[in-house]
């Protein structure tokens, strides 16, 4: 299970912070965030830290207060320190940080954006996490096909299934096997 961390200025992006939780973890991932895994008696920045380096990816949520933001530019410089993925996403209009403008983001900023957004990031993250398994051992098939390959999906039951090529083309349909 992939485990994200959330970075975010609590001035603008607590509400979309608790609302991309909410919908990552019924996604099936484990999310960090600071107002529900921070533990009193031990330093802030040390938990941070920690977190940064537990987690798989670092997703900045970017806000005005956010690019601001001393604590939320610490966050991401320390996930590219210790060679995390780091993905932003833009929340509301603001200009995104020299360091993260190269890198490619999802756009949450509408509700119309929100929805493909949130699609193409969850593809990502469950892209990655696929391609991290293909690394170790595991029951997954031999072959993982990259963007670049045309995979095929089968669907339906045994004796009525759809073949389904990579680029949505239906091969044949209702066919019987055996």
Known sequence: MKQIFL???????????????RE???SGFKVWQDTTDMRGGQAWKDQLR???KAVDVVLVLLTPAAVASKNVTWEWETAITVEKQVISLPILPC??????????????STE??????????IRDLHQTEISKSAE????LPAKIFDSGSRGISIGGS????????????????NNSIG
Do not use: M
């Not at 995104?96 to 403008?101: F, N, Q, R, W």
């Not at 170790?136 to 029951?139: A, H, T, V, Y």
């Not at 299934?161 to 044949?172: A, F, L, M, P």
């Open 95 to 108: 200009e995104v940080p020299k360091e993260l403008d190269p890198l490619h983001y999802h756009n949450l």
């Open 136 to 139: 170790e051992p595991s029951d």
């Open 50 to 52: 920690q977190a940064i």
């Open 158 to 173: 045994v004796t009525g299934s759809n073949i389904v090529t990579g680029n949505g083309n239906v091969v044949g349909n």
């Open 112 to 121: 119309q954006n929100y929805t493909l957004g949130f699609a193409s990031l």
């Open 24 to 26: 990552l973890e019924q």
């Open 7 to 21: 970075s975010y200025a609590r001035a603008d992006g607590k509400d979309s912070a608790a609302k991309l939780r």
